[in-house]
């Protein structure tokens, strides 16, 4: 796989400051394999595989882009993007795309998009790592929180471990007065974080309507497995997803993916920290450790 350019053009103080970074539905850093669906636009910074749908809801994207991908369209890969959605793409198209009302547009900005949603979801990301807990895990599986008022809104806040839920039936979310809910994930020191059945995920956790309040940080974690379907946004910028069942309703963000099951709307809308814009120095070398994990995957 290529090297990606290191030099980043990067303006984040806001959510609203990286234009079109949260329009995204699929953002990855690096490689992504996909035999299912993704509802909105994808934002791809290496090599995109399998045989899959995108955008089969609606375009995302401020820029028109059904799928944008850095890197190249791999041999034998098929792509139908829908809804008028266009393809950027910097690479070699090797494999087959259908359109239905878009076109091919070679762009070689993809890169720089990639890298400043990447640096900008990794701000968000660290920031909401270091957020205080307000709310509890009980032995019943039952999230529940005393929200603290952040950015003008009543946001519920979670810190669990990845062992945290083992061996529960369900995992029950109640959502109360919270505006969003932040749940920070950890792994227990091995990169893993499972989000299998069991548990089942269920209230909260299981109605698609709070899908665009929810964000799930794994922050850390280099491996993510899912099965479960999966409602919130799920932010990992440093993991490869394995998404292999059940389906994600959220925002998503990681390092690299394996998608054997579909990534639905609706995007993240809910409590998102002030991302203060990093330093020069900051910037290369977050452009390097993206092209370091880039020639990993």
Known sequence: ????????????????????????????????????????????????????????????????????????IAPGAQLNINNSGNLHLSGAQNGMVSYNGGSFLADGTVDNMVNSAISFWS????????????????????????????????????????????????????IGLADSIIINVFDNGDGQVTLNAPPNFVGGLANSANSSKILWNIRGATNIDVN???NGALIAPDAHLNLLGGGINGTVVVGSADLRAEVRLDLYQGYLPSV??????????????????????
């Open 1 to 72: 796989m290529r090297t990606l350019p290191i030099a980043l053009a990067i303006a984040a103080s806001s959510a609203t400051a990286v234009a079109g970074v949260t329009d995204w539905n699929l953002i990855s850093a690096g490689d992504v394999y996909n035999t299912s669906e993704v509802s909105g636009s994808s934002l791809i910074g290496g090599t995109l595989s399998g045989s899959a749908s995108w955008s089969i809801a609606q375009v995302t994207a401020a820029n028109g882009a059904g799928v944008a991908v850095a890197g190249d």
């Open 123 to 174: 701000g968000v990301s660290d920031n909401l790592a270091t957020l205080a807990s307000n709310g509890t895990l009980d032995n019943g599986g039952n999230l529940n929180a005393t929200p603290t008022m952040l950015g003008g809104q009543n946001v519920a806040v979670y810190n669990l471990m990845d062992t945290d839920w083992q061996g529960m039936g369900q995992l029950n979310l109640n």
């Open 228 to 230: 479960n379907n999966f």
């Open 276 to 297: 203060p814009a990093p330093s020069a120095a900051t910037a290369l070398g977050l452009g390097g450790l993206i092209a370091t994990r880039r020639r990993r995957r």
